[in-house]
């Protein structure tokens, strides 16, 4: 098997033995490798068995977006994304880290204005860009990755602004419905050109856990989030049953994944060991779930020793190893101050165990 073939057989459950790794780095953290390893991918030197795409979207506003914040003062280092959602910066030691700013947000944002609300486009260049990465992906013996993160309730709140999206929700107010039913068709245009262009996984997801609790209670996600993610997993699966549909929340997520499994994910990423009992969720989930995450990024990766990495590796691969249902990795990406001793240890590691 090749490892596009060996990690769709270990999602599926159909075989353990090789337990594939991921991992993704800051923009600081990727600089230091490029400088460090300028002959060789990050894929390549932690041995992927996957490859990457995200969806260039094109934005649709006028000019520089600025106009849309016209309402607040804009500070300085300012950037505004496709979406038209802003950011800015605190100081240097915040490394990526960035305070959103929703172009929507405040009590006189009309349902009219999130109707009209202009969202970003995927160009014809983009589209043959997208299938043509799966194409090459696929024949070079790589898994295709679709990445479309921030898929329904992240995409409305940054754009409506979080506070006001919840209280719409809570009050039942329809700039809720407006603003979440748009994100969701856009969504759905997205997974059906991934789907369409042969990918093997697509990554959707929202962060919707905190620490030690969910963001909203079961029954406000059921009835706002739910259908809608349905609606965007039935997209891909009507193309085509076999791709896998990855997804990511961060935070303390447990009383969700029954709903989730109903609403037709595959894999869910990152259970996060300071939140989640990985091995307790594999036993209760894992017959209609697999897994990929579980070293901590709050904790081992950052605190811990090389040793530490290497055990808590170590610890995921022995439970999993006969059974599959799993991709061992950091729970997210990983900070400019983890030290290379830390990463290279998992690294070694995950090749060690694949012999």
């Keep these: 098997m090749n490892e596009?073939?060996?990690?769709?057989?270990?999602?599926?459950?159909?075989?353990?033995?090789?337990?594939?790794g991921d991992i993704e780095l800051t923009p600081p953290k990727l600089k230091e490798f490029v400088e460090d390893h300028p002959e060789v991918s990050l894929e390549e030197y932690?041995?992927?068995?996957?490859?990457?795409?995200?969806?260039?979207?094109?934005?649709?506003?006028?000019?520089?977006?600025?106009?849309?914040f016209s309402h607040m003062s804009i500070p300085d280092r300012f950037d505004i994304d496709s979406y038209g959602i802003g950011m800015s910066y605190g100081s240097e030691a915040a490394f990526h880290m960035c305070h959103f700013h929703a172009p929507l947000e405040g009590i006189d944002t009309t349902e009219e204005d999130i109707r009209s609300y202009r969202l970003p486009i995927i160009t014809a260049e983009e589209q043959k860009r997208i299938r043509d990465f799966a194409v090459t992906t696929k024949a070079t013996g790589f898994a295709a990755f679709g990445q479309l993160e921030q898929t329904i309730w992240e995409r409305s709140w940054l754009i409506r602004g979080m506070n006001d999206l919840m209280i719409d929700m809570s009050m039942g107010d329809e700039k809720a419905n407006i603003i979440l039913d748009r994100i969701t068709e856009h969504s759905c245009r997205s997974a059906a050109l991934y789907a369409e262009?042969?990918?093997?996984?697509?990554?959707?997801?929202?962060?919707?856990?905190?620490?030690?609790?969910?963001?909203?209670?079961?029954?406000?996600?059921?009835?706002?989030?739910?259908?809608r993610l349905t609606k965007v997993i039935k997209t891909i699966k009507d193309i085509n049953p076999d791709i896998l549909v990855f997804y990511h929340s961060c935070g303390y997520v447990t009383p969700f994944i029954p709903g989730l499994i109903e609403a037709g994910i595959d894999i869910l990423n990152p259970v996060q060991p300071e939140c989640m009992d990985l091995f307790a969720i594999d036993e209760q989930f894992g017959e209609r779930l697999s897994f990929w995450g579980g070293i901590g990024t709050?904790?081992?990766?950052?605190?811990?020793?090389?040793?530490?990495?290497?055990?808590?590796?170590?610890?995921?691969h022995e439970h999993f190893k006969d059974k599959g249902g799993m991709v061992i990795c950091p729970t997210h990406i990983v900070e400019p101050?983890?030290?290379?001793?830390?990463?290279?240890?998992?690294?070694?590691?995950?090749?060690?165990?694949r012999g």
Excluded at 299 to 316: A, H, L, M, N, S
Aim: proline share 6%.
């Design 46 to 68: 932690f041995g992927f068995y996957h490859r990457n795409a995200r969806i260039e979207q094109t934005p649709t506003y006028e000019g520089d977006g600025r106009q849309l």
């Design 197 to 227: 262009s042969g990918y093997d996984i697509i990554g959707i997801g929202d962060d919707i856990g905190m620490q030690h609790s969910t963001m909203m209670s079961v029954p406000m996600w059921e009835e706002w989030l739910k259908p």
């Design 4 to 20: 596009r073939e060996s990690l769709l057989a270990n999602l599926r459950r159909e075989q353990g033995g090789i337990i594939p």
């Design 337 to 353: 101050e983890v030290t290379w001793d830390n990463l290279n240890a998992y690294r070694d590691t995950i090749f060690e165990l």
């Design 298 to 316: 709050q904790t081992t990766i950052p605190f811990g020793t090389p040793q530490d990495v290497i055990d808590r590796t170590k610890e995921i």
